[in-house]
């Protein structure tokens, strides 16, 4: 069985470790083959260098000014105001120098986001249909965006702040035990170790209450999404008071979360606060005691001031930025963990394009189960001969539509194989296979864009030309350009600003523009009316003529022309044949055809009709 991840709003399951996390990001901060970011990633180092010694060096400035100053010799007043306009432009130096490193360094991190973003939208479309049936879309892309999201934190921080926090204590450290001795030095370094302490004891419990906030605002977003997309049925029912009700459920969770996570965060600012002060105060008046012994200047206890501060201010915003870390790499842990999901049918080694001369199309006791406990094919066989039309029909749940998702090799099937002029399907590349089969699905999805883009969808590259021609031959060229917009009309999400029928026509005049070789109706006339559904067979019998074709059915009057139908019940092929000869057989097609011209018959009488 694949690994299968669990549901979105639970954030459990596969986490690549936060370590190996950390090690990922490299690649995308060092690219491959890309020298100008990588001398980019260079220039900003040596930025980001030059600006933290200017940083550690700027209290000089003003600490030599004020000894100048307390000097009763110094007469001129010049050499004073010059160091202080130094350390005044050093500082800006500082600043100026940290921006230009960050300029630098943006088209490194958008390269990096721009690519990792495209990998994992590559990676979703090749996880299995299996995989996106079992989450939800709006969990799925706030997770992906929250992922993202964070490693463009990751990348500027964990270099931009963390490193040079790093470089500037150490030299901070040199200046205190050179210029103010190993008491200053170890009281320095305990102060600092007691503040990392504090933070990473307080964050790592705090991080729970992340998780959980997360986890709950998944949850809302999922709600919202699947409850949006739902729109209609919520107004068929009346239940928006019922959905609001749901979505505030959760809103509410997050909020519980989000006071507990925003309460620890207080008491960690607090605490971190308390440190800082009591040291820089214990820092000065050892200073001032020093001074008064004639050990230490004026400028001194400037000096000792200013570095106090100026360590603490990125080091404090590094308890900001390692709480921060320690959030992305929670929020990256499931992106990474997605990223690394198997692909549950991939191709396997040395899988070869297929090769199409005829289409003829065979199924060898093929037999496949959603899930081991519920068999749904049970050891099915036939042949579809190359530029014939063969047509499944059943009643629901018999298994027709699996068949279809078999031969895209959406899944893999339990046992048996499925050929296409003889080569089996499992052992070709999945792109080859899907370009040679043209498919009308039962239930026609469009992309919230104009008729064209969602026609053209069949070949991107096609002409305006040939996507009118499409659209004549699926009968719905008329219906087009007698719109206001024409063939620039935006069909809504998921094209609901169409009829039915009217998508299943663009859902036909797509595969038309496709030419595919082999050719599936998925109930492709199943959402049309009589007279409609007349027109469209008309043209899809043209369409189908020399394709091989394959017809899954519910309506019967829709194969009565099949060179060959197939009748399924519960898994099985339990007869066989042309369509008189079905009926002279007097079996499970008869009884089906029977009751349906009867259906028929009632419903032009006028009289309401019961579902099958």
């Known amino acids: 069985m694949p690994r299968r991840l669990p549901d979105l709003p639970r954030e459990e399951g596969p986490r690549a470790g936060q370590l190996a996390v950390l090690r990922r990001l490299v690649p995308y901060l060092w690219p491959a083959g890309r020298w100008d970011l990588r001398l980019r990633v260079l220039v900003a180092g040596i930025l980001l260098v030059v600006a933290k010694l200017l940083t550690v060096y700027t209290p000089f400035f003003y600490k030599r000014a004020v000894d100048l100053l307390e000097d009763p010799a110094a007469r001129a007043i010049a050499v004073p105001v010059a160091l202080l306009a130094a350390y005044g432009l050093a500082r800006f130096l500082a600043v100026a120098l940290a921006q230009l490193r960050d300029w630098v360094f943006t088209r490194v991190s958008q390269h990096a986001l721009r690519t990792l973003a495209l990998e994992t939208f590559r990676h979703l479309h090749r996880l299995s249909l299996r995989f996106h049936l079992e989450r939800r879309t709006g969990g799925l892309s706030r997770a992906i965006e929250r992922g993202t999201g964070a490693i463009d934190f990751m990348l500027r921080f964990m270099i931009f702040n963390i490193l040079p ?77 019922h959905e609001a009700r749901n979505y505030d459920a959760t809103l509410a969770r997050y909020q519980a979360a989000a006071i507990k996570s925003q309460g620890s965060l207080a008491l960690l600012n607090a605490a971190q606060a308390l440190i800082v002060n009591a040291s820089l105060a214990l820092v000065m008046v050892m200073t001032v005691f020093d001074h008064l012994a004639g050990r230490l200047t004026l400028g001194d206890l400037v000096l000792a001031n200013s570095l106090m501060i100026q360590l603490f ?145 069949g070949r991107p590259d096609a002409s305006d ?42 859902a036909i005049a797509r595969t038309i523009l496709k030419d595919p070789p082999i050719l599936l109706l998925d109930e492709a006339t199943s959402a049309l009316d009589s007279h409609t559904e ?52 007097d079996g499970v097609y008869a009884a089906m055809w029977a009751r349906q011209q009867a259906e028929r018959a009632e419903e032009r009488a006028g009289v309401p009709v019961t579902d099958l």
Not at 184 to 203: E, K, Q, R
Not at 547 to 556: E, G, K, N, P
Not at 559 to 577: C, K
């Open 165 to 241: 926090t790093i470089l500037e204590l150490a030299l901070v450290a040199g200046i205190f035990a050179a210029h103010f001795g190993t008491t200053y030095l170890g009281l320095l370094l305990l102060s600092v170790t007691l503040y990392i302490a504090l933070s990473i004891v307080i964050t790592e419990w705090r991080t729970k209450f992340r998780r959980s906030m997360n986890a709950e605002n998944t949850r809302a977003n999922a709600r919202a999404v699947d409850s949006l997309l739902n729109f209609e049925t919520v107004k068929y029912f009346t239940n928006e008071e």
């Open 465 to 506: 030309e040939a996507v009118r021609e499409a659209a004549r031959l699926a009968r719905i060229d008329d219906f087009i350009r007698a719109l206001p917009d024409g063939y620039e009309t935006m069909v809504g999400e998921r094209g609901l600003k169409l009829s039915g029928g009217e998508k299943q026509r663009v």
């Open 534 to 585: 007349a027109e469209i067979q008309e043209a899809l019998e043209q369409v189908a003529r020399e394709r091989t074709t394959l017809v899954i059915a519910h309506r019967l009057s829709t194969v009565v022309r099949a060179d060959r139908i197939l009748v399924m019940v519960d898994g099985t092929i339990v007869e066989s044949g042309r369509h008189t000869e079905l009926l002279a057989a």
């Open 313 to 457: 201010v990125p080091l404090n915003l590094l308890g900001f930025v390692y709480r921060e870390i320690r959030q992305a790499l929670v929020d990256m842990e499931y992106l990474f963990g997605l990223m690394d999901t198997p692909e549950e049918v991939p191709d396997v080694p040395g899988a070869v394009p297929l090769v199409v001369r005829g289409g003829e199309i065979r199924f060898e006791n093929v037999a496949f189960a959603y899930d081991p406990r519920r068999p749904v094919l049970k050891g099915v066989s036939f042949t579809v001969p190359a530029g014939h039309t063969v047509a499944v029909v059943g009643p629901s749940g018999a298994g027709k539509s699996t068949l279809s998702r078999l031969l895209f090799r959406f899944y893999d099937v339990t046992s048996g194989r499925i050929l296409i002029d003889g080569q089996d399907i499992a052992k070709v590349t999945q792109k080859s296979l899907r370009a040679a089969i043209g498919i009308v699905p039962q239930d026609t999805v469009l992309f919230n864009e104009s008729i064209a883009y969602n026609i053209r969808y």
